[in-house]
């Protein structure tokens, strides 16, 4: 199913320039949530939500992949934006990012820090300990963003 929401969702966002970040199923209150994320260089409006969710609804509708009763959500990804695509970790080096892989890489399955990029097929963080970190974007369960508070002083 998520292959489908997946491709149904990159459908409309090419209607409208827009590029598919993200896509979420999650099951709450007797019925499922799917959240879609969108994004486009110049940031996203709340027209372009209310376009892709249109659309999106409209595939929904001639595709129905989802059975019983769901709510669409459309948004932007915020500031705490999913990574997901290998170009994805190369436009956003020198952010700070949080890692869960699937499988445990030097040991570990979650690492934050400092993100330097990917090099062939490694995603290269310098973590919290200082220490740089070669992750294997194929073991990669999930991938964000972080966003740090800087106190004011005064």
């Known amino acids: 199913m998520h292959d489908t929401l997946w491709a149904l969702g990159e459908k409309a966002c090419d209607l409208f ?7 979420e199923v999650n099951r709450g209150r007797g019925r499922l949530l799917v959240r879609y994320f969108i994004d486009r260089e110049e940031g996203v409006t709340v027209e372009d939500c209310t376009r892709v969710s249109q ?3 409209r595939f929904l509708d001639a595709k129905d992949p989802i059975d019983g009763p769901y709510t669409l959500e459309v948004s932007s990804p915020g500031l705490e934006r999913p990574l997901r695509k290998e170009s ?7 952010r700070d990012v949080k890692i869960k892989t699937e499988i445990p890489v030097e040991g570990q399955t979650s690492f934050s820090g400092k993100l330097l990029g990917i090099t062939e097929g490694s995603v290269i963080v310098i973590g919290e300990d200082e220490r740089e970190h070669r992750i294997p ?18």
């Open 17 to 23: 320039g827009l590029t598919l970040i993200e896509v």
């Open 88 to 94: 994805d970790f190369q436009l956003f080096a020198g």
């Open 55 to 57: 659309a999106v609804g």
């Open 137 to 154: 974007h194929r073991t990669i369960k999930r991938a964000r963003l972080t966003y740090r508070e800087i106190p004011i002083k005064g």
